[in-house]
């Protein structure tokens, strides 16, 4: 995932790149569809776009909100620390 910035109105966004296919994308298009948002229990992040990668049909990349930094609120515990370390090698091993 990284953040960039979207040009239409200037905010910040995270793009993630995931498969076409993907029961994750199958789902977050399910929970950001209008009726579901209009739910007062869907708490999920919405997404914002979907773009097909040009070079790879089973590729696209999702945008959603960019919600907050990974340090923000800042680490109080060494085990914070690792916790998150956990989650960004579990995320960049998916991806390759």
């Known amino acids: 995932m990284i953040d960039a910035t979207r ?5 910040l966004v995270y793009v ?3 498969d076409k ?3 994750e994308l199958q789902i977050i298009s399910f929970l950001s569809s209008e009726e579901m948002r209009r739910d007062p229990r869907n ?9 097909p990668d040009p070079s790879d049909p ?3 990349y999702i945008v959603m909100p960019f919600l907050r930094y990974v340090d923000s609120p800042g680490f109080v515990l060494v ?5 998150c370390l ?5 995320v960049g091993v998916r991806l390759d």
Not at 7 to 11: A, E, F, R, T, W
Not at 43 to 51: A, E, K, R
Not at 86 to 90: G, T
């Open 58 to 60: 089973n590729t696209a």
């Open 79 to 83: 085990d914070d620390v690792l916790e």
């Open 21 to 23: 296919n993907s029961q």
């Open 7 to 11: 040009m239409s109105d200037g905010k």
């Open 16 to 18: 993630k790149r995931i």
């Open 86 to 90: 956990d989650q960004v090698l579990e």
């Open 43 to 51: 708490h999920c992040v919405p997404l914002l776009d979907t773009i």
